[in-house]
């Protein structure tokens, strides 16, 4: 059963990184763990590998079993003990977190997954799963499981043929991070319209902007040239929203195609946050979504809010 | 809202299903069986396709799929829930059951530290070496317990002369991919060898008795098939270290820290020689007294020995065995003998015979190429027990010598070289994330060639000898 929070309750909100190896998952864990940390959130590390057919599944396991005895661990336990090495480096003043060690034997199988117990975890909230199947139908179900807010995945991972089903089926925000890059300085650009959605990503801009000091573009797009009310007053009220906290903002408006505009406007120097469709999901799943075609097309890091 | 996304997801997740059960609902209904084809071959045919589909896609667990199987056969009139019944367990299942519980019975030994120190010893340190006695032990091994036993005893070894080597094993694929295949080719070269060293050798046996082919003793089909063995063995080696190129050439420091490691061990001590000596008993039951009792009943027998002297806990035995894939198996037979006693099979075979009859004009030829090309294109997608189940009816019934075609079609069923699915020991090695897919395919295609001339060799130059 997902669980239901508060947003921004410092201690309640969960994040989820997903990890598929040390070679490719540094700057994915690397922005997980910045953002957990500016939104003070509990963090998750999934590795969701490769199950073995049925057929052979139990052959796989006595091999596993065997290789316990020779201290040989399993390949993705080594990826949550990278990850947890990882998040230790990331957060040199963290004491607490220095003081967990990892130990491939402390591991715990709940709910089709398996758990690695970290007996020294005093109070760093960080959770280290391994789970096996198929990528979307695993996080749907650690996030479901947990009740994660926020879902964070790495570009590898996205293999944009997944797009339409990660931004469907994943009941939580979903932060995908194609071809990110923890040296470059992005602008955070905000879709903004009349949507629910909208307000909560203007929520979720700020306080990454706050922490991060990224400048920050809110951008409109009306398929005509005219802005109704809708558009003009969800406009202003993020930038009221932005200058209550003081954060300085540029507003865009432009006309055409909604995701064609979001597409070549983000270019490749944005960070774009934008909020989930309110679309039926049945209509979603025919059609899809500005969304779920943004995140087709583009090839920034993009945050779609729940 | 959020139910509409469940469903929407129970779609996604289950799309084979829902088109394996549209796809049956529309050949019952709205297709006419061809007219020399009866009703019931026809559905045997329709849930044969159906199964097959659920198989290749996992939308169900297999246990539900066996029950599918077996269900149909009643619901849609095939025959009696009794006669479903007791076509559903034969020997072949207790065959793959008793040696499902064997392999548990003794992988749990730790024998394999034993097995590390025996090769090593023989071969010494040198890398080829050690990739040709990987191979020859592999192989020699899975010809009598089962390659998916002997892949889990030695992946420890090869995982940890690899770790050895090098920190990190991924700086030394070429070693790493060369010792890891000549567990896996070894041990699937080998699984042919005797009819002990896979489920499918059985159940190959098991149709040539339905199908009134006759019997093969275990030693007959030793001296039938276990040339093509030993014939393969150093061919494996060479193709392997001239795919992979090990970066080291010895591996004198990683050898040295495995014999430290396994001479922690210690003496063997007298429990393990009890599991050696009750294995060989078992190995002796079979070859001399499987025709009496058949394997499956020597193979429950052993499981009972190795129960009954407490070298292996039920527990055990109850948790790492796979019922799931006993119960596909006992299902899948049923429906291989349903097509068999309702002319399915043999209309298949008719179709095959009429058309590919045109091209080739060798009835010989044409019976062997079908078997072999049909079961080892469907073991690299399938799995090759399973292919052998699902295929031999066909292939007995193409005409010619039954026993040799059912000899070609077991052989063949073990070419799962080009996918980590096909054979129990290309998925172990696979589970290390240390081999990808593709070197399955770059080694494959060259096992492939090696296996179809020693085939042909086999059949052309030794059978008729025999």
């Known amino acids: 059963m997902t669980k239901k929070k508060v947003p921004f309750d410092p201690k309640s909100l969960k994040f989820l990184t997903a990890v598929s190896s040390a070679e490719y998952s540094k700057p994915t864990l690397k922005m997980g763990a910045l953002i957990a940390s500016v939104f003070d959130a509990s963090h998750g590390v999934v590795y969701v590998g490769e199950r073995a057919s049925e057929f052979h599944g139990s052959s796989v396991n006595l091999t596993r079993q065997n290789l316990d005895n020779w201290n040989i661990i399993h390949p993705g336990l080594e990826v949550l003990e990278w990850a947890l090495q990882e998040l230790k480096k990331l957060s040199p003043e963290n004491e607490e977190l220095a003081k967990i060690q990892f130990n491939p034997d402390h591991v715990y199988e709940e709910d089709g997954r398996v758990r690695v117990m970290l007996p020294d975890d005093k109070g760093c909230r960080i959770e280290l799963v391994l789970r096996e199947g198929e990528l979307v139908d695993q996080l749907r179900k650690e996030i479901q499981l947990e009740g994660y807010d926020l879902a964070i995945i790495g570009g590898s991972q996205n293999k944009r043929h997944l797009a339409h089903s990660i931004l469907q089926y994943l009941p939580s925000s979903i932060f995908v991070l194609q071809k990110f890059n923890p040296r470059k300085k992005y602008k955070l650009l905000l879709l903004v319209d009349d949507s629910i959605a909208t307000i909560k990503s203007i929520e979720w801009g700020a306080l990454i902007a706050e922490k991060l000091g990224w400048p920050v573009r809110t951008l409109t797009v009306s398929k005509t040239k005219r802005f109704g009310a809708g558009y003009q007053g969800a406009a202003d009220k993020a930038k009221a929203y932005f200058d209550s906290r003081g954060i300085e903002v540029e507003q865009f408006f432009l006309t055409g195609d909604p995701v064609r505009t979001f597409v070549e406007f983000a270019g490749d120097n944005h960070f774009v946050i934008m909020g989930a469709s309110t679309l039926n999901p049945v209509k979603q799943f025919l059609f899809g979504s500005k969304p779920i075609k943004t995140l087709e097309q583009t090839d920034v890091p993009i945050l779609i809010v729940r | ?466």
């Open chain 2, 1 to 466: 809202m959020n139910s509409y996304i469940d469903i929407l997801f129970w779609i996604r997740q289950k799309k084979w299903l829902l088109i394996a059960l549209v796809y049956g609902m529309l050949m019952h209904h709205f297709v006419t069986p061809p007219p020399d084809l009866n009703p019931a071959a026809f559905d045997a045919l329709i849930i044969i396709s159906m199964a097959l589909i659920l198989i290749v896609t996992e939308p169900l667990p297999l246990p539900a799929i066996a029950m599918f199987m077996l269900f149909m056969q009643v619901v849609l009139g095939i025959d009696t829930a009794n006669n479903v019944a007791s076509s559903f367990m034969n020997d072949a299942v207790f065959f793959i059951m008793g040696s499902l519980m064997l392999a548990v019975a003794i992988v749990s030994q730790g024998l394999d530290k034993r097995l590390a120190l025996g090769i090593i010893t023989l071969t010494g340190h040198k890398t080829w070496r050690i990739v040709a006695g990987f191979t020859a032990i592999s192989a020699i091994l899975a010809s009598f317990i089962g390659e998916h036993t002997v892949a889990a005893m030695m992946m420890p070894v090869g995982l940890t002369l690899v770790r050895y080597a090098h920190k990190d094993p991924r700086k030394v694929a070429g070693l790493t991919a060369a010792l890891l295949f000549s567990i896996a080719y070894g041990a699937t070269i080998g699984s042919i060898g005797t009819p002990s060293g896979g489920g499918r050798n059985v159940i190959m046996m098991n149709y040539w008795a339905e199908f009134g082919a006759g019997s093969v003793t275990y030693l007959e089909w030793i001296k039938y098939v276990y040339p093509m063995v030993l014939f393969q063995i150093p061919f494996t080696v060479f193709i392997l270290l001239w795919t992979f190129k090990p970066e080291q050439s010895n591996l004198d420091s990683a050898v040295r820290k495995l014999v430290v490691d396994v001479a922690r061990a210690g003496k063997i001590k007298g429990r393990e020689w009890l599991a050696i000596i009750l294995f060989f008993l078992v190995f002796l039951g079979w070859v001399f007294l499987s025709e009496a009792f058949g394997l499956g009943i020597i193979a429950l027998l052993g499981v009972f020995l190795y129960l009954s002297f407490g070298l292996v806990e039920w527990q055990e035995l109850n948790r790492k065995t796979n019922w799931g894939v006993i119960l596909l198996f006992g299902a899948a037979i049923s429906i291989g003998i349903q097509m068999n006693q309702t002319g399915a099979a043999e209309w298949i075979a008719h179709v095959i015979i009429t058309n590919l009859g045109k091209v080739i004009d060798s009835p010989a030829i044409l019976q062997g190429s079908v078997s072999v090309l049909l079961t080892g294109v469907m073991s690299n997608i399938l799995s090759s027990s399973a292919t052998v189940a699902v295929v031999g009816p066909i292939v007995l019934d193409l005409g010619g010598d039954q026993i040799l075609i059912g000899f070609a079609t077991a052989i063949a069923s073990a070419f799962g070289y080009f996918t980590a699915v096909a054979a129990p020991a290309c998925t172990i090695i696979y589970s290390s994330g240390l081999v990808k897919s593709k070197d399955f395919l770059r080694a494959g295609w060259k096992m492939g060639v090696l296996s179809l001339v020693s085939l042909l060799g086999l059949s052309l130059l030794w059978w008729p000898l025999l």
